[in-house]
């Protein structure tokens, strides 16, 4: 039996330990907002967040998550750096496809809540993990500043 703390909820769930997050969250929880991409936590479609900072739970077994607070992409609008993040996507127009959007957006969160005012370095080094097969950085990057400013 495993308890999970996910976006404020505690779940207690009959899984195996070494069982990823992303198949509880998807397949158990059936939270299908976070994304499977590669399996090898290289992409970052996965991207959740541990205690706010991001994790890619592709790989990630819940058995090792231990007491740590969960937060997916169904939840991270409920946080005030979550919500500036949303908006300024839809209004820089980022989502081309899409399906890297999820855990494009929580590494974005967990970067304005570490650095408020990012440089473009910081951008940098904060999405250098999430791949977008469309291309849409240049826009992912004016999103995360418009959310900075506002």
């Not at 998550?65 to 969960?70: K, T």
């Not at 908006?87 to 974005?108: D, H, N, P, T």
């Not at 969160?109 to 469309?134: E, F, H, Q, S, Y």
Request: aromatic share 4%; glycine share 10%.
């Amino acid at each position: 039996m495993q308890t999970l703390h996910i976006n404020g909820d505690t779940h207690q769930l009959d899984v195996p330990a070494d069982m990823p997050l992303l198949w509880v969250l998807r397949d158990v929880l059936k939270m299908t907002g976070t994304k499977f991409g590669c399996g090898i936590a290289q992409c970052g479609a996965c991207t959740v967040q541990l205690d706010g900072k991001p994790a890619r739970s592709c790989m990630l077994p819940v058995g090792s998550l231990g007491d740590q607070a969960v937060t997916t992409i169904e939840a991270i609008g409920a946080t005030p750096e979550g919500a500036r993040i949303q908006k300024a996507w839809l209004k820089a127009e980022v989502v081309q496809c899409g399906y890297c959007q999820s855990g494009q957006i929580m590494s974005a969160t967990a970067l304005l809540k570490a650095v408020p005012k990012p440089a473009d370095a910081d951008i940098d080094a904060a999405m250098a993990g999430n791949i977008c097969r469309c291309g849409t950085y240049i826009r992912i990057r004016e999103a995360i500043k418009q959310a900075a400013q506002s």
